[in-house]
């Protein structure tokens, strides 16, 4: 598309906080450290994870970009920033995290493929754009459609940067028509990450933000959006995650990740001045997966989704109180 371009090499990349633990240069992945992290609830852009398979595209000019949405459906269109920006603006905070967050970890059982992320490969954001579900009215989707009178059922997102796992095809990825057009499951396309315009490393201009799921649907620097049939055969694993339960109240849906708080009757071990204890998670989600207790037990080759109880030594130390 007119306007946007996605570079064979690494020459243009943007400027990047020199405090962010790298973890792959080319393409350019890395984590903040987990200090700066949890040190707010909304994480700063320029610490927020960086998660790129090729070089950073670049906006030629911002006037001329446009993306087509395309596939099955009557009426295919082309829409610039202008298209978007008229439409109702919402802001949502919402929490996104690489599937391969905490990989470094699972590879200690035995060794895994894919970008060692440590533990801060996510990040709190909010996201300013137009609903997607309002995108494809647009193009005659009514909200709350699943399926297109032409067999349409997934929406896949298709961007121009230069990936090396796709043999230098661009990186895309799909989800469900029925999610898409559905308002109040909050699917962004966003021009805006915590209130200014979104950074380049981001997906400037324009990018998908899919909330509650794996970070790999958020595709970045949108070129193309297609309806199709079938799941896009994209190189994350499709299958691999599960989908809000069909019974999903999506209203009541918090879509940021929380910093719990919570008391302990340290009295006893404070009268021992030191104490070194382990604080055991063990969560349940609203699909009612629970969070296995062992990485052991849920390795895979790719080394993704390590749900598992991530154990934080505490030291309880002597106040003067
Ligand atoms: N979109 C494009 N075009 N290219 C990418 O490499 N990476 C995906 C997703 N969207 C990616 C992309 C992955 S795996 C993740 S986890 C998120 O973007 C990371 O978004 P961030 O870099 O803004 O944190």
Known sequence: MPGLEGPLDYSKEPPRHPCLQINAKEPFNAEPPRSLLVSSYVTPVDLFYKRNHGPIPIVEDLERYCFSISGLIKNPKKLFMKDIWMLPKYNVTATLQCAGNRRTAMSKTRKVKGVGWDVSALGNAVWGGAKLADV???????????????????????????????????????????????????????????GETLNR?????????????????????????????????????????KMF???????????????????????????????????KPGKVDIASNVQPEKVEDIWNLRGILNTSWHRVQVRVGHSNM
């Open 136 to 194: 494809l009215e647009l193009v005659g989707i009514p909200n709350l459609t699943s399926t297109t009178q032409s067999g349409g059922k997934h929406v896949e997102f298709v961007s121009v940067d230069k990936c090396k796992e796709e043999n230098g095809g661009p990186y895309k990825a799909s989800i469900p028509l029925s999610q898409a057009t559905n308002p109040d499951a909050d699917v962004l396309l966003a021009y805006e990450m915590n």
């Open 201 to 241: 490393d981001h997906g400037y201009p324009l990018r998908v933000v899919v909330p509650g799921i794996i970070g790999a649907r958020s595709v970045k620097w949108i070129d193309s959006i297609n309806i199709i049939a079938e799941e896009c055969q994209g190189f994350f694993m499709q299958k691999d995650y």
């Open 245 to 279: 339960p069909p019974s999903v109240d999506w209203d009541n849906i918090n879509w940021a990740s929380r910093r719990p708080q919570m008391d302990f009757p340290v009295q006893s071990v404070i009268c021992s001045l030191e104490d070194v204890n382990a604080i």
